[in-house]
């Protein structure tokens, strides 16, 4: 005989799951807690609506419908930037957009918002008035969150007491606004906390207040946030500013803008620090660098040619200024005589990239400066240049014993700094002639010591930025160098024979575009000028 079933454990099944009368009686509790908030939350939305119907300046504010945000119509209406509201248009009426940096209601009838675009900020007050601002305009435009973006028309006005609050010195006397994106009313990070500087939190902590401290990973993992702050973008608008004088400075200079590949059948630079890949079922790499196909472009008559592109290094640094991909700035030139013809070229673009930086990004370097307190960087008129030989020299004078006929690490060439800083009141400095032991394979010997190369690193604030040399034009001395650092040559084949057809002699330098921001502005990590940073741990967001 069958046993009956128990129903005194079991609900009734549904949609094939079969719940415990305890579990259905908690999930019967959720579903009209679940239904109350709803009615609430409708109850308060046709109470708002009826609040805005009943308000004859209803039209004057609310959120804008999806509609009309996807691209419906071309109303003519002109927008004015926030950095360009100024005294110059007192009394008149403005269109501007950007994000709502702060909000602060005084009562019912007075409320304060401040606008932010592109690194300026504005004041905007909404006062009730007759015919013009109502209490619920004020409601809605104070409980906006903060980061959401926002249309605002008002008239600009000169107030007798200067603005602290924001950058420009006028108000602008809200007339309408509308909610083109709302922002979470949570964020990960605040922008107030992520654009605090190191010197604030400190004098916080001595006067017994604990601010927050946003650290480095949080704020990369949430970039978008990030990059909001002024200093960022000051860091990334100067970026572009070094980018733009590179490219113009070697264009003036009669140099042919190129575009190489980043897919290569072999290392470009010699060593184990590449990318590999499959491509087609062959092996290839990620390109280190432009440098086989740049020198190949001066084999084809090209003469003088420049590229800024991606570079790629698989290497494990976890040091303050490797990446994994940065933007590479490369040169390479005819020579007629000397690799010093290479070096002028580099003496002439930085002098002027730095004048042009320090005259013509203020508002950006200020902005830096607040947040991560710098020195501006002390360079001459004419680069200084020294042989690495005298740089040993220095160094050994000082009491710092380094391997003459090996490479300098990053504490030796951080001394090096200090002590050209002392001696000839600079940051910025070539040397050169260095040990052939450690360049690439491409590199040209001194004529009259094996031992040394016709190359240079260049220094800022006693850190590399960049490397150049002369490059081997005699394919069996290429092939040669190649072998003994263990290239294989049929990987390097078509660059080799490139030699073979008549080359001339030539040399070049490489720059990282994320290293010289970051050295000009003294800033403690490539990180901070990396736009979304690509390290060994890091491939995201």
Excluded at 128 to 133: F, K, P
Excluded at 210 to 218: G, H, K
Excluded at 376 to 400: D, H, I, S
Excluded at 429 to 449: G, Q
Aim: charged share 25%; aromatic share 8%; net charge neutral.
């Amino acid at each position: 005989m069958s046993q009956p079933e128990n129903t005194s454990n079991r609900a009734e099944e549904e949609g094939g799951t079969t719940l415990s009368k305890k579990a259905a009686k908690k999930e019967a509790i959720k579903q009209e807690k679940l239904k109350r908030q709803q009615e609430a939350a409708a109850a308060a939305a046709a109470l708002a609506a009826a609040s805005i119907e009943a308000d004859p300046l209803s039209e004057n504010y609310g959120e804008v419908a999806l509609p009309d945000l996807q691209s419906k119509a071309v109303s003519g209406r002109k927008w004015t930037e926030v950095g360009l509201v100024n005294e110059s248009l007192k009394d008149k009426t403005v269109l501007v957009r950007g994000r709502i940096q702060t909000t602060r209601p005084v009562g019912k009838n007075i409320g304060f918002l401040v606008l932010r675009e592109k690194g300026f900020t504005l004041q905007c007050v909404l006062t009730v008035a007759d015919n013009l601002v109502s209490r619920q305009t004020v409601k809605f435009a104070t409980s906006l969150s903060k980061e959401s973006h926002v249309d605002i028309e008002g008239i600009v006005s000169v107030p007798d007491a200067p603005i602290k609050g924001a950058t420009q010195q006028v108000e602008l006397q809200v007339r309408k606004i509308y909610g083109i994106s709302r922002a979470l009313p949570t964020l990960p990070i605040n922008i107030d906390d992520a654009a605090r500087s190191e010197v604030d939190i400190e004098k916080a902590l001595q006067g017994g207040e604990q601010l927050v401290r946003v650290n480095q990973d949080t704020r990369l993992n949430f970039r978008v946030l990030d990059l909001r702050t002024p200093a960022n973008q000051g860091i990334f608008r100067i970026q572009c500013q070094v980018e733009n004088i590179f490219r113009q400075f070697l264009l003036s200079e009669g140099f042919v803008g190129i575009h190489t590949p980043k897919l290569i059948a072999g290392s470009s630079e010699g060593g184990a620090s590449v990318f590999r890949l499959d491509y087609k079922g062959r092996p290839a790499c990620l390109a280190q660098s432009p440098q086989l196909h740049k020198q190949m472009a001066i084999c084809g008559d090209l003469g003088r040619v420049f590229e800024i592109g991606p570079v790629f290094r698989a290497e494990d640094s976890f040091t303050h200024r490797h990446l994994c991909e940065f933007t590479g700035l490369d040169a390479e030139m005819e020579i007629k005589e000397h690799y010093s013809e290479v070096m002028d070229v580099v003496d002439r673009l930085f002098v002027a990239m730095f004048d042009s930086l320090n005259e013509n990004c203020k508002k950006e370097l200020e902005a830096i400066g607040k947040q991560y307190p710098f020195e501006p960087l002390k360079y001459l008129r004419k680069t200084l240049r020294l042989t690495f030989e005298e740089g040993v020299q220095m160094l050994k004078e000082a009491g710092v014993e380094v391997d003459p006929l090996g490479d300098l690490n990053t504490e030796v060439e951080r001394k090096l700094g200090k002590l050209v800083l002392e001696k000839y009141d600079t940051e910025f400095y070539i040397l050169h002639r260095y040990p052939l032991a450690v360049r690439p394979f491409y590199t040209m010997p001194a004529y009259d010591n094996p031992a040394y190369s016709n190359s240079f690193d260049v220094f800022i604030r006693g850190e590399e930025i960049i490397s150049g040399a002369q490059r081997v034009h005699v394919p069996e001395l290429l092939s040669t160098r190649a072998e003994g650092l263990g290239i294989d040559l049929k990987s390097i084949e078509t660059y080799i024979d490139a030699f073979r057809y008549g080359a001339p002699p030539h040399g070049g330098f490489g720059v990282g575009l994320e290293r010289v921001v970051m050295l000009f502005c003294a800033l403690n990590n490539i990180r901070k000028t990396s736009l979304f940073p690509r390290d060994p741990q890091r491939i995201t967001p």
